[in-house]
């Protein structure tokens, strides 16, 4: 049996976790050779970007040793995210799960989490649209792509791309067949209402000062990291 | 200020509630006049078809009266869910918010909890795909359609179809401006890695009875029910 661990910690984006868990634990329901796991520091509820609470199912610590994952996930977010850039215990964490693990993954500001934990330098990455070039100045080749594939590594754009994320690992991790079942399973046939988006109109110029205004303000308490990632 | 309320009950499938409480938590950031929360019949964490406990922001009392949503969605899953279906006080739960909405939207097998309680008598609406017999069976008029919408009912295909409904939903209580901005920020440019589900490759012969069977054991204290939604 492979584990594969999702990592919580307080005011993550909710669906950045749930989208590739989901997927994740419709293919542990059709392969029993797959485990899933929520890990967070502690067993408490943690606070997400929306009403709900999280409650993991495991702490870091009952991940240690033999039941060391397989493949670990690191979800992003936005203000509680960038803050975490410069908590260092959390970042030992992750730098532990991924020491043992296969396949490191993470979704949309996770890849700033992997990156600040040295786990991304030199590889090409990627990271929510709006923070490409943060995940530059951390270290990491940032690539505009919706999943993106180097050596253990698996990063995925912002937020709902980690379901496209995860139904490649899912193919990767136990082929084709099983990851177009659940495919099926949760029917993810997408049709956006107002179609794909239009890149070329996206307003980067207002909506990208958002993002780096929010990274700032996280990091008022680390200047030198606020430096450094947003000058 | 209007209240779109999230449904939350022990076992549903996570992606259902998650994927349209981002949509709209997305929506509230960026447009004040709404509100969203999570209720359920108490405040302790909810298992779900996942390795996540999930922790609402209210109960149902909390929402009666002047705080009764403009809103609400009810998510679906598999056993429990079905259970659920012969769960009066839920279904009278849901009755009493829909009474008081302008909009009574599901997601997957939420639609089948709908119908239960008496909402889609004689109304078009859709499910997961392999239950849309069943909801025809509960008095709903089935539409094999990604989102469906029949008057104040807005119901969306398997798990991930939420994400499209919400996405439409935001359009419509917010405008087309600030839905495509929410799609923006939650990078929703969907591509499946295997690409759209092939519907003329599904084996329905043998998944359809894996629903079906799921559905016959929930409701095993509930001989009439079962029978009628399973003969």
Redesign the interface.
Known sequence: MKTVAFVLYPGI???D???P??VM?VLAAFDPSWN???AAETAR?APT??????????TFDQLAGPAAPYAVIVPGGTEPTFAALADDRLLERIRTLAAGAQVIGSV?TGSLLLAAAGLLQGRRATT??AVLDVLGRLGAVPVAE??VQDGPVVTA?????G??MA??LA?RLAG?ET???V????????????G??DWAA?DRAS?VPVMTGMLAAALADHPRLRERLTA
Not at 49 to 58: E, F, N, Q
Not at 183 to 194: F, K
């Open positions: 984006t909710a669906l976790l749930v989208g868990l989901q634990s899933v796991v929520v509820p970007d929306t009403p709900l609470g999280l409650v993991p199912s495991h949309c929510h649209w919706r999943v754009a912002g937020v709902s791309a379901i496209d139904l490649a193919g084709e990851a177009r079942t495919q099926l399973m949760i029917e993810y046939d997408p049709q956006p209402p107002y794909p988006i996206v909506l």
